[in-house]
């Protein structure tokens, strides 16, 4: 049980697990990636670089300080069975829950968004995802499997019953995923400029927001395993969230940082403050 893990402790994160009303929690998982693989390193890179930015964040006016954020560490995984590895995400995280507490997950690889929000789903049944990615993550297979990181949001789709995906910045997918999208979810591709108008619409439902860099464009987050060119700015990722303030925020997850495939350590600082602005939305 990751619940049984010593707590990680660094500035602005530094409560105990039964003090805290946020969790953070690693997850290292990259079994199906389908281009570059190594988001398993992913958590322990963010670990490494959060502890020299600053708590205060500007964009959002608050500090981490004034939070009561846990880190337990990572969730184990069974590397070569996805299956269990899933199975243990699910139930990891349904116990963290069973603790009324808030998750932000480190990934990790985007189908662990899945399991995760299996959990989510059982607690919260009007659950609503925000959704930022370069690709739409919809199609039904990829190479012949259900379980893909190409797959993870048709996933989710199947478990919702009142809630809805909201979509952004997605500029990458098959003809078939935008058809999809456009008739099941709320789809806005390329841009973030209609995240008010879902504010307004989402109301005071629960809301998970499920975080890929890859939205960004790989001139600023090029650490990652599909970077896909003609994406958004850090400004207007930041704008977005900034705009999410009023929402019932219950959980998130931010994955597919590849730390390797970016020496300068740039796109873990990226990660890394997503991370601060996720957890004070939160």
């Known amino acids: 049980m990751i619940k049984?893990?010593?707590e990680l402790i660094y500035e602005g994160v530094s409560s105990n697990y039964l003090e805290a009303e946020t969790i953070i929690c690693g997850i290292p998982f990259d079994g199906t990636v389908s281009f570059r693989p190594g988001t398993r390193f992913a958590p322990s890179a963010i670990r490494q670089v959060f502890d020299g930015i600053e708590t205060y964040s500007p964009y959002l006016n608050s500090d981490?300080?004034?939070k009561k954020i846990c880190d337990l560490g990572d969730i184990p995984i069974s590397f070569g069975n996805t299956t269990k590895t899933l199975q243990t995400i699910e139930q990891e995280i349904a116990s963290i829950l069973d603790d009324n507490k808030?998750?932000?997950?480190?990934?990790?690889?985007?189908?662990?968004?899945?399991p995760i929000i299996k959990s989510y789903i059982k607690k919260y049944p009007s659950l609503n995802i925000i959704h930022f990615?370069?690709?739409a993550d919809l199609r039904d297979t990829f190479m012949g499997e259900t379980l893909s990181h190409a797959t993870v949001m048709r996933r989710v789709y199947e478990q919702l019953s009142t809630g809805q995906i909201w979509q952004f910045g997605i500029r990458s997918g098959t003809k078939e995923?935008?058809?999809f999208g456009q008739d099941n979810t709320s789809l806005h591709p390329f841009s973030l400029d209609k995240i008010t108008d879902v504010i307004n619409q989402i109301g005071d439902a629960p809301v998970y927001i499920s975080i890929d860099l890859d939205v960004?464009?790989?001139s600023i987050f090029p650490g990652t395993g599909t970077p896909e060119p003609g994406g958004n700015t850090f400004i207007e990722l930041m704008d977005a969230m900034k705009k999410l303030t009023s929402l019932q925020i219950v959980g998130g997850d931010i994955v597919e940082l590849t730390p390797n495939y970016d020496a300068s350590g740039v796109s873990t600082i990226v990660a890394c403050k997503v991370l601060r602005e996720l957890l004070l939305l939160i």
């Open 133 to 135: 990615d370069a690709h």
């Open 64 to 66: 981490l300080t004034d």
């Open 177 to 179: 995923e935008f058809i």
């Open 4 to 6: 049984n893990n010593r």
């Open 216 to 218: 960004l464009d790989p």
């Open 102 to 114: 808030k998750i932000i997950s480190l990934g990790g690889e985007h189908l662990i968004t899945y």
